[in-house]
């Protein structure tokens, strides 16, 4: 069965760096997108791509966010400049189309330090 | 604005009980889907379950279902004789069908399924 994948699994960086996590979606869905989970909190949409461009993003997804597909397979999620409060669980996600679920990938814990 | 509720932050149910998660959720767009996500320890999300605003039959997956009452808006997950790897962090999610039909969720009941 088709999954998304996500690389790393889990990423530590020193605040203020950079850090690119990437994703791979189910070959055939044309909605992508990031979520993040806090420790013990609930999950938050980010970003949503389709059709190579941003179709909404969250107030969390600021400047320091950028999202690319640069290959037709893998879909990025960049923090340019990290902070301690990025420190979460990122889950890349992918659907066929605006009525069926979302396949969620198996998440890349981030921990800034 | 959407919104989802889940009012339970914890759930304790001996093995092989049926098990109830309430849901509530708030949209002003008349075409929306409502999901069930389990996420276990491990940190996955796990899909569990679908229902869509216009459906008249509530939604079943084995021995999952949805107890959708549209006029109350809400719609709770029934687990019916529940089992021990059931223990695991349960969200609700909604998905408006327009723009961007971004997953809100709410904020998870942790169920544990006692032996």
């Known amino acids: 069965e088709p999954e998304v994948t996500q690389t790393p699994s889990h990423q530590v960086t020193q605040m203020g760096q950079e850090v690119i996590l990437r994703c791979v979606p189910i070959?055939?869905?044309?909605?992508f997108y990031w979520y993040r989970q806090i420790l013990g909190q609930k999950v938050e949409f980010l970003v949503s791509f389709y059709n190579n461009e941003i179709s909404e993003k969250s107030e969390i997804f600021d400047d320091q966010f950028s999202v690319e597909r640069p290959d037709g397979s893998n879909f990025t999620l960049k923090i340019r400049s990290t902070k301690l409060e990025d420190s979460a669980m990122y889950f890349c996600a992918s659907s066929p189309d605006a009525f069926y679920e979302q396949y969620f990938g198996p998440g890349t814990r981030l921990t800034v330090t | 604005a959407q919104k989802i509720t889940q009012t339970q932050p914890g759930m304790f149910v001996q093995e092989k009980e049926a098990v109830t998660l309430d849901c509530t959720y708030d949209?002003?767009?008349?075409?929306?889907?409502l999901f069930w996500y389990k996420q276990p320890s491990s940190g996955e999300m796990i899909f569990l379950i679908y229902?869509?605003?216009?459906?008249?039959q509530n939604a079943t997956e084995g021995r999952y279902s949805l107890n959708f009452q549209k006029a109350r808006k809400s719609a709770n997950l029934v687990i019916s004789a529940s089992q021990l790897g059931d223990s695991a962090m349960y969200f609700c999610a909604m998905r408006v069908i327009q723009g961007a039909q971004k997953l809100v969720f709410g904020q998870g009941t942790r169920l544990t399924i006692n032996p």
């Open positions: 229902q869509g605003s216009y459906d008249q």
């Open positions: 070959s055939n869905h044309l909605y």
């Open positions: 949209t002003s767009d008349p075409s929306y889907g």
